[in-house]
C-alpha cells in the first residue's frame, strides 16, 4: 500500500513539472490574422465636370403665313459643358442635379409650302434634377427640368406658290421651357464615367421678326421643340463623397 502512494505521488510530481515546462517552451500556434478593413464600394456621391455632344432634331412648328401652320424639318450638332452633383443613400437611390450649355448649330430646314432655308445657329442649355438608380459602376437615371436657348428659325421664309417672301432680321432671343428624358452612366474607374441620354426640349412659342418683300415688319410665330441625343464623359471629384462598405 506504501509503495502505490509512493507510485502516485512521483507520477503527480513528474505531471506538475512536465507542464511547468511546457508552460515555458514557447507557443506553436499562428499569430492572428492582421485585420484588413473591407474595400469600399464604388459610390456616385461627389461634384463632377464634363463634356457633352451629340444631335438636335427638329420637332418646331412655324406659321410662315396666315392659317398656315406646319413642322419644321432638319437639325444638326451639339457641344458642350457639364456641371452637376449625386447623392447616393444607402439604398442606392441616386439623387442629383446638374446644368449643361451647349452650342448649336445651323440646320437646313423647310418651312410649309416654302423653298428650304438655313437657320441661325445658337445655344441650349438645361438645368435638371437627376433620379437614378447605381448598380455599382453603372447608373440608369430619369432627368427633368429647366430648358433655355433661342429657336432655330429659318433665315428667309420664299413660297412661290403663295407668292410670299420674308427675311429674318435679328437672332430670336432667349426663351425658356421645360426638358424631360432619361440616360445611362458608366463609371470606367473612380473618376471617369461616360454617358448617353436623350432629352426632349420645348422652349415654348415666340414671334420671330421677318421683313417681307413691302418692307414691312412681320412677326412670325415658331413654337420651338428639339429632340435631342448625345453622349458624355464626367469627371468626378468625390468631394463629401463617403464611401461605403461592404457587409459580411
Excluded: C
Aim: charge should be positive; charged fraction near 10%; hydrophobic fraction near 40%.
Amino acid at each position: 500500500m506504501r509503495m502505490v502512494r509512493l507510485l502516485a505521488a512521483a507520477l503527480s510530481a513528474s505531471t506538475i513539472a512536465g507542464a511547468a515546462v511546457a508552460a515555458d517552451l514557447p507557443s506553436r500556434r499562428a499569430p492572428p490574422p492582421a485585420y484588413v478593413a473591407p474595400a469600399p464600394l464604388f459610390t456616385w456621391t461627389g461634384l463632377y465636370v464634363g463634356l457633352n455632344g451629340g444631335g438636335w432634331f427638329n420637332n418646331s412648328t412655324i406659321s410662315p403665313f396666315p392659317g398656315v401652320n406646319g413642322k419644321l424639318s432638319g437639325g444638326g450638332g451639339l457641344i458642350g459643358g457639364t456641371l452637376g452633383y449625386n447623392w447616393q443613400t444607402a439604398s442606392r437611390i441616386v439623387v442629383g442635379v446638374e446644368t449643361d450649355l451647349d452650342y448649336r448649330t445651323k440646320a437646313t430646314v423647310t418651312p410649309p409650302f416654302s423653298a428650304a432655308s438655313q437657320t441661325n445657329d445658337g445655344y441650349l442649355g438645361t438645368l435638371r434634377g437627376r433620379l437614378g438608380y447605381g448598380f455599382d459602376r453603372a447608373l440608369v437615371y430619369v432627368t427633368g427640368g429647366l430648358a433655355y436657348g433661342n429657336a432655330a428659325a429659318p433665315n428667309a421664309i420664299v413660297s412661290l406658290p403663295l407668292a410670299a417672301f420674308g427675311v429674318r432680321t435679328a437672332n430670336p432671343g432667349m426663351q425658356a421651357g421645360w426638358t424631360l428624358g432619361a440616360g445611362a452612366e458608366f463609371a470606367i474607374t473612380n473618376n471617369w464615367s461616360v454617358k448617353g441620354e436623350y432629352l426632349y426640349a420645348d422652349l415654348g412659342s415666340k414671334g420671330v421678326n421677318y421683313t417681307n418683300a413691302a418692307l414691312l415688319p412681320v412677326a412670325v410665330n415658331e413654337k420651338t421643340a428639339d429632340h435631342i441625343a448625345r453622349a458624355g464623359v464626367n469627371y468626378r471629384f468625390n468631394f463629401g463623397g463617403a464611401p461605403a462598405y461592404v457587409k459580411y
